[in-house]
Nanobody
Framework: QVQLVESGGGSVQAGGSLRLSCAAS????????LAWFRQASGKGQEFVAA????????YESDSVRGRFTVSRDNAKNTAYLQMNSLKPEDTADYFC?????????????????WGQGTQVTVSS
């Protein structure tokens, strides 16, 4: 069983930066893929980025590519989402999710473990 806890959300002005963390416990994420999703008010969950734990391969959605960077610290069993050049449309609850295997899925139903989410608000 894997437990995920996000942190680092908050309120920033457009153009600002935030770094989200996703700390895993229960077992190592070796062999897993860790993804970030977000959900804006009244909308469905949207894939943001993912990283394969063993090789560190990263994937980003078109909407965040070039602004957001996903990374991980194996020793801390923690993943990060560095968000730069934030826009008001990035406002959402951000969730990390994990699935066994080295292939990222773009749909939330492809993930078995979820954190509780952290809120990000970007003002113009």
């Amino acid at each position: 069983q894997v437990q995920l806890v996000e942190s680092g959300g908050g309120s920033v002005q457009a153009g600002g930066s935030l770094r989200l963390s996703c700390a895993a416990s229960g077992r190592t994420l070796s062999g897993f893929t860790l993804a970030w999703f977000r959900q804006a008010s009244g909308k469905g969950q949207e894939f943001v980025a993912a990283i394969t734990w063993n090789f560190g391969n990263t994937y980003e959605s078109d909407s965040v590519r070039g602004r957001f960077t996903v990374s991980r610290d194996n020793a801390k069993n923690t993943a990060y989402l560095q968000m730069n050049s934030l826009k008001p449309e990035d406002t959402a609850d951000y969730f990390c999710a994990a699935r066994e295997g080295g292939v990222p899925k773009l749909r939330p139903d492809g993930y078995d473990y979820w954190g509780q989410g952290t809120q990000v608000t970007v003002s113009s």
